[in-house]
């Protein structure tokens, strides 16, 4: 499942920074995640880079972009290969 982030956000930049897929992305008035490059950091580490640095608590996850831990696995896997 993608994360998605609420309108608590306050566009402080930090989880973009901590992203390492790049799927967070500078929108007006907040950020949003990309779903397809989302994949809660699985493939890369135990837990979503981002949650934690969020002063806002504003990451949840996208009801919208349900996913397994396989596909999210598959989805780290194939934007590996991009780069």
Known sequence: ???M???ECIACDECR???PNDAIEVE???YII???RCTECV???DEPSCVPVC????????????ESIEE???KYEQLQKEE
């Open 17 to 19: 920074e901590e992203c």
């Open 28 to 30: 007006d008035p907040y």
């Open 1 to 3: 499942m993608a994360l």
């Open 34 to 36: 990309d779903p397809d």
């Open 5 to 7: 982030i609420t309108e």
């Open 43 to 45: 493939g890369y580490d």
């Open 55 to 66: 002063p806002k608590d504003a990451l949840i996850p996208d009801p919208d972009n349900v």
């Open 72 to 74: 999210l696995k598959y």
